[in-house]
């Protein structure tokens, strides 16, 4: 009589396999339903084969002395766009500075899969403006493919849900488990009739054009608030023409003692912005004016199991990555890291609704540092938030300005880059210089209009937040629609 599992058991914590089912790994992860299921539903298809059956692994590796000469194109794992599948940008190195792992020639048509967290679905096919473009070691790059397969299938099949979880099932590692190329040949592609498969192509490559529409909108949506706000407070953008013209400029003695001696703070650029802001239809103050509590914040240490409660609090840590760049008013906080602050630092860096958090160093070669975000009600409500020292609490006196307001005419700020002229750099790290920044005129509008202004500009961020959640259910559900084709 063969043994059985009772049925109060979790199936996916304790369950049978036969012996002839083993692949030849004996981690039990490997086995459970999650997968199997998965693996005993694409063998039901009427016709499947192994990836490794179908597609053809390109070996094609960079000399550094062929194609280019001082500079070269290099795409990155994090460039993939893992939500539509394109590359985002394209890293320009000099050859002398090559990262070790940029060795992989691409070519038009090939379809790039990482192999570091797979799953992720970072997956992309190159187009001819990337073609000889040269790729890290850390994805597999398909080349050659069956007649028999359209690409673009492919490359939509091993986008889906049903594939990604073969690649985590076939991963290994911890907290950035990789596949290797002989795993990745073994996944399961079902491959239905070319009719069936030109079909499926049509309908994700509808789904992308509707959801890069909706998307337009939004951002269309977005970029008109800080015309907007600028409308509203009486303040003229400074023409391109003006600031962007002439490398060389003067400025007073008198204007550099005591400061920084780097031309960039006194650029054109940054003294007609200042200038427009000065010249608007409200009068101005300085953000320090409005300050009433500040404090810089801590990354504090891992969680332990048995952590002393008196002395340590459990917090969800923003750093400055967490910051949402679509909205620029809200906190990614899906991503933020769980660690414990003690009780006497908590007093300083606990965030109430309302705070403002800036980010004070990290930023980016296109995103100058300064980003920054709003604590709303609804995000303080669902958890303990800190911040890392990557960030600085504000608190503002909310009898002369309401945050939120603050909040958007500061984002104004950044998005005009003038908080590039308010940093500096040291090992290679953004720093945003506070007591710049905390210079920073800002226009103070009778309470009322600050309320119509958050009243006009929340609508624009409600509808643009709906335009994307549209996006991305209209992908989503094209995904199911091929799966449920697929699998039936």
């Known amino acids: 009589m063969s043994y059985q599992v009772p049925q109060h058991i979790d199936p996916n914590k304790v369950f049978l396999i036969n012996h002839s089912e083993l692949e030849g790994r004996l981690d039990s992860m490997f086995y459970t339903h999650q997968f199997s299921d998965i693996i005993v539903a694409l063998k039901k298809c009427s016709l499947y084969k192994r990836l490794g059956q179908i597609a053809h692994f390109s070996s094609e590796s960079w000399n550094q002395r062929d194609y280019y000469e001082k500079h070269f194109p290099y795409i990155e794992i994090g460039?993939?766009?893992?939500?539509?599948?394109?590359?985002?940008?394209?890293?320009?190195?000099?050859?002398?500075?090559?990262?070790?792992?940029?060795?992989?020639?691409?070519?038009?048509?090939?379809?790039?899969?990482?192999?570091?967290?797979?799953?992720?679905?970072?997956?992309?096919?190159?187009?001819?403006?990337?073609?000889?473009?040269?790729?890290?070691?850390?994805?597999?790059?398909?080349?050659?493919?069956?007649?028999?397969?359209?690409?673009?299938?492919?490359?939509?099949v091993l986008r889906l849900d049903f594939t990604l979880k073969q690649m985590l099932q076939r991963s290994t590692g911890g907290n950035y488990p990789a596949i290797t190329d002989d795993e990745l040949s073994k996944i399961i592609i079902p491959i239905p009739p070319i009719g069936v498969q030109n079909k499926i192509v049509s309908l994700i490559e509808s789904a992308h054009k509707r959801k890069q529409n909706a998307d337009f909108m939004a951002d269309s949506l977005l970029q008109s608030i800080d015309d907007y706000l600028l409308g509203e407070l009486g303040i003229e953008r400074p023409s391109p023409t003006r600031t962007e013209n002439g490398r060389f400029f003067y400025t007073s003695y008198k204007e550099v003692i005591g400061r920084r001696l780097d031309p960039l703070a006194y650029s054109g650029k940054a003294k007609e912005i200042k200038q427009s802001i000065g010249n608007g239809k409200y009068p101005c103050t300085t953000l320090k004016s409005l300050i009433i509590q500040e404090s810089a914040g801590d990354w504090g240490i891992d969680v332990v199991n048995d952590f002393d409660e008196h002395i340590y609090s459990k917090c969800?840590?923003?750093?400055?990555?967490?910051?949402?760049?679509?909205?620029?008013?809200?906190?990614?906080?899906?991503?933020?890291?769980?660690?414990?602050?003690?009780?006497?630092?908590?007093?300083?860096?606990?965030?109430?609704?309302?705070?403002?958090?800036?980010?004070?160093?990290?930023?980016?070669?296109?995103?100058?540092?300064?980003?920054?975000?709003?604590?709303?009600?609804?995000?303080?409500?669902?958890?303990?938030?800190?911040?890392?020292?990557?960030?600085?609490?504000?608190?503002?006196?909310?009898?002369?300005?309401?945050?939120?307001?603050?909040?958007?005419?500061?984002?104004?700020?950044?998005?005009?880059?003038?908080?590039?002229?308010?940093?500096?750099?040291?090992?290679?790290?953004?720093?945003?210089?506070?007591?710049?920044?905390?210079?920073?005129?800002?226009?103070?509008?009778?309470?009322?209009?600050?309320?119509?202004?958050?009243?006009?500009?929340?609508?624009?961020?409600?509808?643009?937040?709906?335009?994307?959640?549209?996006?991305?259910?209209?992908?989503?559900?094209?995904?199911?629609?091929?799966?449920?084709?697929?699998?039936?």
């Not at 020639?105 to 187009?127: C, E, F, H, M, Y």
């Not at 679509?326 to 006497?344: E, G, L, M, P, W």
């Not at 990290?362 to 911040?387: F, H, M």
């Not at 710049?436 to 209009?449: A, F, L, T």
Request: charged share 25%; net charge neutral; hydrophobic share 35%.
């Open 316 to 488: 969800l840590v923003l750093r400055s990555t967490e910051f949402n760049l679509y909205h620029n008013i809200v906190i990614d906080s899906t991503k933020a890291k769980y660690r414990i602050i003690s009780n006497k630092k908590l007093d300083s860096i606990d965030l109430q609704p309302n705070d403002l958090i800036i980010e004070k160093s990290g930023g980016s070669e296109n995103q100058p540092v300064g980003r920054i975000a709003i604590i709303t009600k609804d995000l303080y409500e669902r958890d303990r938030l800190c911040y890392s020292n990557f960030v600085q609490k504000i608190r503002l006196d909310n009898s002369q300005v309401i945050p939120t307001y603050a909040c958007f005419f500061l984002r104004l700020v950044h998005n005009m880059r003038l908080t590039e002229t308010m940093q500096s750099q040291t090992n290679g790290i953004r720093n945003l210089i506070l007591s710049e920044y905390y210079n920073q005129q800002i226009p103070i509008p009778p309470i009322e209009k600050q309320k119509e202004i958050i009243y006009h500009i929340g609508t624009l961020y409600n509808r643009a937040k709906q335009l994307q959640h549209e996006a991305t259910t209209i992908l989503s559900d094209a995904k199911q629609e091929i799966e449920q084709m697929i699998l039936g």
């Open 79 to 156: 460039a993939i766009n893992i939500t539509d599948g394109k590359i985002e940008y394209v890293n320009i190195v000099p050859i002398e500075q090559a990262p070790s792992r940029a060795k992989m020639i691409v070519r038009t048509n090939d379809i790039l899969i990482s192999t570091t967290r797979p799953n992720r679905g970072a997956i992309v096919k190159i187009t001819e403006k990337e073609n000889l473009y040269i790729a890290s070691t850390g994805f597999a790059v398909i080349r050659d493919i069956d007649d028999s397969v359209n690409r673009d299938y492919l490359l939509t």
